[in-house]
């Protein structure tokens, strides 16, 4: 993993070798949705034939593990499944 500034490096160093710390920096959803009752979930963009990637599926994994909801969004028409997700409070 790969990280861009030297303060970057310095934290991403102290937190896995003093903290024993997993640090994820790709996979993240596109989109962390805010309702306007301020409960989130995520939601992932791919084409109707796009496969979510090794990386996007664990970090998806994780956010469930955590309550977050996660959706994976193919092509243009929005799911069924996002739709009922904003109609819960």
Known sequence: ???GSLLERKL???LKQEFGCQLLR???PDFLVIKPNGKIF???VKKSFGHL???QEKVIV???DFGIPCYVQR???ISE???EELGKN
């Open 26 to 28: 790709k996979g993240w």
């Open 42 to 44: 995520c939601v992932e």
């Open 62 to 64: 994780i956010l469930k």
């Open 53 to 55: 990637k090794e990386h």
């Open 81 to 83: 499944e996002i739709k």
């Open 1 to 3: 993993m790969k990280f």
């Open 12 to 14: 991403a160093f102290h």
């Open 75 to 77: 092509g243009e028409k």
